[in-house]
């Protein structure tokens, strides 16, 4: 059967890239997760042991600094189960960065993360939260049952100590991905739909809806693969590309860094391990003084996802 690797080996057509300032760092602090999702394209679950370490945490601060990083973003996994989360943020943040987290809401109902919530509002992270639907049946197919159910309960919480509320400044985002292999609709349309139906059914206030398109790399590639859509889910991405949106892709301001600490242009590079364009496997130490900008960015197939119809990056749609 073809892989995924061996398809974004392949040479592409996807147009040339090169970066501006860098503005945020994204670390993956592991792939341990409380749940495995279909569409997750890191293939994070409950078994996985990758977890960074403190030393690498460490030089992440100090890049932070030497960079004059604006943003950091924290990802997984569940980045809440590293056992140094609570410990670097805490650090993170005496250097002035913005702090955001990555959150699977379930991680709040899970038996001893009941600390996470009260946490993060504590310290004013950005909560960035995975709901792929406000309606319980295609979370479930999406996440696992009883997902839903314990997403909302999270997300409740999150509202009473702030989030969301005017004029609290705990911001929480919410993410959309579609359960098919098709594009996600307007991102306003839907935050209005997810608005009216989470507001009246459960109460739940929330800043912004960010609509992200699945991509075509592992845990998701895979069934792709495995059920005959891989290559026209390819054919929607290219034939939906549009070149307006080549401005706003995420990895013209952004690194990525893996759970060991090696740096990439993108979270979707990272887990191909495609190495930064021109570069071999490159340590975040290494890259304390490094002029990021006006650098190529490596590319291939799988970049058509942040491209097509209205774009999609980390912050949701880009037009």
């Known amino acids: 059967m073809l892989d995924i690797a061996d398809v974004s080996d392949q040479l592409t057509d996807f147009p040339y890239l090169q970066r501006d300032r860098l503005h945020t760092l994204q670390m993956n602090l592991g792939y341990l997760c409380n749940i495995a999702c279909t569409h997750c394209h890191v293939d994070a679950g409950p078994k996985r042991t990758e977890l960074m370490d403190w030393s690498t945490m460490a030089t992440a601060l100090d890049f932070i600094v030497a960079q004059n990083i604006v943003n950091l973003d924290v990802t997984g996994g569940s980045p809440e189960m590293n056992p140094y989360f609570r410990e670097f943020m805490i650090e993170a943040k005496k250097t002035g960065v913005h702090l955001m987290d990555r959150c ?3 991680i709040i109902e899970e038996p001893g993360y009941e600390w996470v919530a009260p946490f993060l509002a504590e310290h004013g992270v950005e909560v960035v939260a995975s709901l792929p639907c406000y309606t319980s049946d295609n ?3 999406q996440r696992g049952k009883g997902v839903f159910d314990a997403s909302i309960a999270a997300l409740r919480k999150l509202n009473a100590l702030g989030y969301g509320q005017p004029g609290s400044g705990l911001e929480l985002n919410l993410v959309y991905n579609p359960v098919a292999p098709v594009l996600p609709p307007s991102q306003k349309t839907l935050q209005a739909d997810y608005e009216r139906f989470l507001g009246e059914r459960f109460g739940i206030v929330f800043n912004q809806l960010f609509t992200i398109a699945n991509m075509p790399i592992k845990r998701y590639g895979h069934m792709l693969l495995r059920d005959g859509g891989f290559g026209e889910y390819m054919e929607l991405l ?8 080549l401005p706003g892709v995420m990895c013209r301001g952004l690194v990525s860094v ?6 990439y242009d993108c979270d979707f590079n990272q887990m191909l391990e495609m190495p930064m364009a021109g570069e071999g496997a490159m340590h975040l130490r290494d890259l304390m003084s490094r002029d990021f900008e006006r650098q190529p960015i490596a590319i291939g197939d799988h970049c058509y996802g942040c491209t097509a119809g209205q774009g999609s990056s980390c912050g949701g749609a880009l037009n």
């Not at 290219?238 to 949106?245: F, M, T």
């Not at 893996?258 to 740096?263: A, E, K, T």
């Open 139 to 141: 979370v479930d197919i």
């Open 104 to 106: 699977n809401p379930t």
């Open 238 to 245: 290219k034939s939906a590309y549009s070149a307006q949106n």
């Open 258 to 263: 893996d759970w060991r600490g090696y740096v």
